[in-house]
Each structure stands twice: as structure tokens, then as C-alpha cells.
């Protein structure tokens, strides 16, 4: 978040799917069964494929379904979130690079400490409501107001190098 799209930007760009897609990135599979759902009816509704890269091997999925991503070079990783239509994700990380990049996205509430971060950041930026329980029925399909986002994220980004410089100067 701290480097923001300008530096990420710099990386090479090896992105290599020609369709428009939904991209899944999970750091815990608890809620793969909703998530599955949702991303078919989104890319449904969307006309878009799917793409996942999840963070425990499946050698089967693996061999069998070219769609789903295991290893990605950090410069992959970076072009599936830059390039993606909307996001579903349970990681603080894929909330972190949907932000950056502006994408559309859920995240997925595991309801245990791994949420406490997207919670933390999406309470910042002010989209609480992209934040999925368990349970839950209905979701936010409003859009976001990116403009509204971003002067959030710059704000952050500016009170963190305050905070790094003060630090060092101690």
C-alpha cells in the first residue's frame, strides 16, 4: 500500500490471459464453498471466466484446470489483480492490491484474526460494506467511489512515511 501503483507499475508486465476475468485469491480456503458460488454468478452475470490463485497446493486442480493458478512470479500476481474485473478474496493482500488497482472486489470474513487486518483497512478507506460474513445473503453491488478511496489511501500513505521518517530520526 505504501508504494502505491506507481512503483508496482514498474514491475514487467507478464500477464498472459486474453479473456476477461473474475480473479479469486484465497489465504484460507473456510469459505471456498460461498466464494465459489458468488464468483459463478458474478462472472454469469458479468461474462467473464474465472481465475484462481489460492495459497494451499492442489496438485489436481493443478494438473487438470488450467485456470487455476498455484505459482505465479511476483509479476504475475501483480498483473491478475491489475488486469481483473472484480475480486474475491479472503487476504488482506488481495484487499491491499484491489484497492490499488481499483478493481471491484469482496472480501470473504473468515471470522477468526486473519480478518482483522482487511477489516482494519477497509474501515480506513471507508467500504465496510465489502466485507462478506459468513452467512450472509445479500451483497453490496453498489458501485465504489474510487475518487472518494484514493484520497483515503494518499492520506495513508502520507501519515505512514510521517510515521517511517519520524522513526528514523529518533
Known sequence: MLAGKEILDTLENTFEFSKEYLLIYQVSTKANKYIQKLAKELATKNSLEIIEIPSKINIM?????????????????????????IVLTT?????????IYNRPFYVFSLGDDIDNRSKE????????????KRNQTQIDNNEINWSIVNKKIIILQEESRSFIKESINK
Do not use: C
Not at 487476504?91 to 484497492?99: C, K, P, Q, V
Open 91 to 99: 487476504s488482506f493482500h488481495g484487499t491491499a492490491f484491489s484497492l
Open 121 to 132: 483497512l477497509l474501515s480506513m478507506v471507508g467500504l465496510e460494506n465489502r466485507l462478506i
Open 61 to 85: 486442480k493443478m494438473i487438470f484446470d488450467k485456470k487455476y493458478m498455484q505459482w505465479t512470479t511476483p509479476e504475475q500476481f501483480v498483473g491478475y489483480f491489475r488486469n481483473a474485473k
